[in-house]
């Protein structure tokens, strides 16, 4: 069974800088998809970037970008220039192609302090 | 973009009844799926409501107590049954196949906050 794990329960962050979200999975499977979301205080949940596992260039989304690792299995979240609106819990989320099913780690909660 | 929404937006409900959330998108969509996010805690995927067809149920949930219907490519619903407090939670429905009927990036809707005294 594939699991999702994120380390860092909670994080901060000083407005403008940088910081890195992480997160590793465990899966026996080669095709798969790899899916950071952001639920702000309204629980929605966003997309915010998405990764495929056959891909080797790492995803870039504006100020967000990834850091994928697939020999290590690891999904890194990289936000730059970090603005108050950032502040939310992130997912990251894993789906085998086209399977539909999203499984998600335990989720980080980020603030971004002015 | 599409627009997802749900009613009710949240309710609180005593223990024994049930509850019917509704899940809207105003583009045909080939996948919709439902998840239950329990307080402070992260997503489970309870069913994949599939058109024209019975729900595809995960793991510890059941048609019993989950019972779906996706009548038409724009609109399901789920319903929680004989609730009890533990089924307090938010249940967010979410789409695939948006900006395509290939893509398989999911686009959640608001979720619906339930509490059950």
């Known amino acids: 069974a594939q699991t999702v794990t994120q380390s860092q329960p909670e994080m901060s962050v000083q407005e403008a800088e940088t910081v890195t979200l992480s997160c590793t999975y465990d899966t026996s499977e080669n095709n798969y998809y790899l899916f950071w979301y952001k639920q702000p205080p309204s629980r929605q949940m966003i997309l915010v970037i998405r990764q495929e596992a056959y891909k080797q260039q790492n995803a870039t989304e504006n100020r967000f970008s990834v850091n994928f690792q697939k020999a290590a299995k690891s999904f890194s979240l990289k936000i730059s220039d970090s603005q108050l609106g950032d502040t939310a819990m992130y997912f990251c989320a894993f789906m085998k192609h086209r399977q539909g099913n999203l499984i998600f780690g335990k989720g980080t909660k980020l603030s971004v302090k002015p | 973009s599409a627009v997802i929404s749900q009613k009710p937006s949240r309710d609180i409900c005593q223990r024994g009844t049930s509850l019917t959330i509704q899940c809207q998108v105003d583009s045909q969509v080939t996948m919709m799926f439902w998840y239950r996010q329990q307080p402070g805690q992260s997503l489970t995927l309870i069913a994949t409501?599939?058109?024209?067809?019975?729900?595809?149920?995960e793991s510890g949930f059941v048609i019993d107590k989950f019972p779906i219907s996706r009548p038409n490519l724009t609109f399901s619903t789920l319903t929680v049954s004989n609730m009890s407090p533990e089924d307090s939670s938010i249940y967010l429905c979410?789409?695939?196949?948006?900006?395509?009927?290939?893509?398989?990036?999911?686009?959640f809707g608001p979720g619906t906050r339930l509490t059950v005294t």
């Open positions: 979410s789409v695939e196949g948006i900006s395509d009927s290939s893509s398989y990036e999911q686009y």
């Open positions: 409501a599939n058109q024209g067809s019975e729900a595809t149920y």
